[in-house]
């Protein structure tokens, strides 16, 4: 049984049950814990009946310690503050040997056992950033990366997870300051901090927008598989689509403006994640078409900026990583 957790409200909802429903489709025993930070969220989810989910409101989630920093921070403060907590929550309430944190806005490829096997006898498994060079933002974000974090039921992983609980209750923000940055820059001295911490090492973990380009992306039987300069072929098992937005018009910025996406990358990863999104909302309207669930619709103000860009877009459909829907 692999136990995994993530938290979202009803703006992350359609990113959210993608994400579950790659899990689900890969065919593996597990057990996703979602919490639903709003109650329309909640509404739906429950409503949904999903398999392997169990749903926690946060009336059952909020301890006295994160509703006395809650009005001090920012929605997404928030949400950062509480990662630690979920992972805490899950393990303690429901007796868990381990739990793995994973962001909503993660698609599965393949089975990702192979990630946590990667452990051993490790209590903590933490993903590199693994920047390209010309993104490298490890002095400001982190050299590590809040998206796949399992913790063990052990002495040495709860040592970890208390210590990093407590580090986000005290401060959580989303600005650089005296070396920490949000819930993430915490994790850069874990592996010299702490005993029993393990970095993954398989390449499949972790391919995100700043670190894409350095990747070649293949299809073998119906499979995605990754290789790069430091490691030969193995299977893409999550793409973190970080900075994916809804736009006006029916269109998508798949990640932000500075960032080069490779046709293969789009290919591979952005058309699955578009089409995951599109079942997802199906889903979703089927229990009530009213809903909502993503953010509001950016401005194609980038585009529009230029009217070069305006016409490339109008034409083709898509221009840099901006993409109308009916394009992916």
């Known amino acids: 049984m692999q136990n995994f957790c993530t938290l979202f409200n009803s703006l992350y909802l359609s990113r959210g049950l993608a994400m579950y429903y790659s899990l ?33 409101s946060l009336e059952e989630f909020e301890t006295q310690e994160l509703l006395s920093v809650k009005n001090s921070r920012t929605q997404g403060e928030y949400c950062w503050t509480c990662t630690s907590s979920t992972v805490w ?8 040997d381990h739990c793995t944190y994973v962001d909503a806005d993660l698609l599965f490829f393949s089975d990702p ?21 010309e993104y490298d933002q ?12 399992t913790f063990k039921n052990t002495e040495a992983g709860l040592k970890v997870l208390d210590w990093w609980r407590q ?22 001295d874990w592996t010299t901090r702490f005993e029993d911490v393990h970095v993954l090492q398989h390449i499949g973990g972790g391919v995100a927008p700043w670190n894409s380009k350095d990747y070649n ?35 998508f910025r798949l990640t932000a ?20 999104l599109e079942a997802a909302e199906l889903r979703i ?9 993503h953010e509001n619709p950016l401005p194609l103000k980038w585009i529009k900026i230029s009217l070069t860009r305006h016409i490339r877009f109008f034409l083709t459909g898509f221009y840099k990583n901006y993409f109308k829907r009916s394009k992916l």
């Open 24 to 56: 689900l489709n890969q065919n593996v025993d597990f057990q996703l814990y979602i919490f639903a930070f709003d109650e329309p969220c909640l509404e739906i989810l429950m409503r949904l009946k999903l398999s392997h989910v169990t749903i926690i």
């Open 89 to 96: 929550h899950c393990i303690h309430t429901y007796d868990l």
């Open 257 to 276: 403006e500075q960032y080069y996406l490779k046709k293969e990358a789009i290919d591979s990863a952005y058309v699955p994640y578009a089409r995951a």
């Open 217 to 251: 992306y293949e299809s073998i039987a119906g499979k995605t598989w990754v290789s790069n300069t430091h490691s030969p072929k193995l299977p893409l098992v999550f793409y973190h689509f970080h900075d994916f937005r809804y736009c006006e018009n029916d269109s």
């Open 113 to 133: 056992k192979v990630l946590t096997d990667e452990m051993g006898e490790n209590s903590v498994l933490i993903t590199s950033h693994r920047y390209s060079q």
């Open 138 to 149: 490890s002095e400001l974000s982190g050299i590590y990366c809040v998206q796949f974090v």
């Open 285 to 293: 309207k089927e229990i009530d078409k009213n809903a909502v669930f």
């Open 167 to 188: 580090a986000c209750l005290d401060w959580c923000f989303n600005r650089f300051e005296d070396g920490k940055f949000g819930d993430q820059k915490y994790l850069d």
